[in-house]
């Protein structure tokens, strides 16, 4: 049986990842957990309940990272071929998830699926 796989949204302009980019940023006990949950929705094939996890909007879910005072959002979605593709991340700061972040999210989704040979 296959198991799911995690991919990270790469930018199609530039080739950045900016999730890895913020990952990489964060402390070991923050990158620890991040990491963990990531590794979480891979083992529950991308859809975990909440407070793990929480519908956005469409097919983007967020992945919700609470560790102490950082509360970390990661956009991702579900895709054939069991992939779970992560489109963005924010450490949310308010207790409405900004629209902006929504927005960047819909657009890095819409990167995806105009260029799926990146993800295969």
Known sequence: MLEYKVK?????????EPILEYIDKLDIKNKAKVLKYI???REH???LDEPYSKHITGKIRELRVDFARN???IFYFTFVGKKIILLHVFLKKT????LSE???ATENYKDVINNLNLYE
Not at 8 to 16: C, E, I
């Open 8 to 16: 990270f949204y790469r930018d199609s302009l530039n080739g950045k």
């Open 39 to 41: 590794d979480f929705l």
């Open 45 to 47: 094939e991308g859809y």
């Open 71 to 73: 509360r970390h959002r």
């Open 95 to 98: 207790n409405k998830t900004p």
């Open 102 to 104: 929504i927005k960047k």
